[in-house]
């Protein structure tokens, strides 16, 4: 499945941002969607996932309760919407897909695609 992020961009710390994720090329109802991002000179870290019908979803800790992860199956659409944005969240923003199983990885090599990213920077 092919993706494209969007929605990045520049923020005050303490900001909301909403990206979006739109598939192309198959449904994404038959994969684990989620968000990782990596800064520069760390690696890539885990953000959120979402299970194939959007019933489960986790997150990782440096997120849990400032951002929120959901889906669209019928319209093919994944949303990562984050809220009291830190400096510490200035990172690209990289769109996934995982077919192997219903379960939530949080480790990159579980994803099988993935979108070409979108840079979100927050100032402080």
């Known amino acids: 499945v092919q993706l494209q992020a969007s929605g990045g961009g520049l923020v005050q710390a303490g900001d909301s941002l909403r990206l979006s994720c739109v598939a192309s090329?198959?449904?994404?109802?038959?994969?684990?969607m989620g968000w990782f991002r990596q800064a520069p000179g760390k690696e890539r870290e885990f953000v959120a996932a979402?299970?194939?019908?959007?019933?489960?979803?986790y997150y990782g800790n440096s997120v849990k309760g400032r951002f929120t992860i959901s889906r669209d199956n019928a319209k093919n659409t994944v949303h990562l919407q984050m809220n009291s944005l830190e400096s510490e969240d200035t990172a690209v923003y990289y769109c996934?897909?995982?077919?192997?199983?219903?379960?939530?990885?949080?480790?990159?090599?579980?994803?099988?695609?993935w979108g070409q990213g979108t840079q979100v920077t927050v100032s402080s």
């Open positions: 996934v897909a995982g077919r192997r199983g219903n379960s939530l990885y949080t480790t990159p090599q579980m994803y099988d695609d």
């Open positions: 979402t299970s194939r019908g959007g019933g489960s979803t």
């Open positions: 090329g198959r449904t994404i109802s038959s994969y684990v």
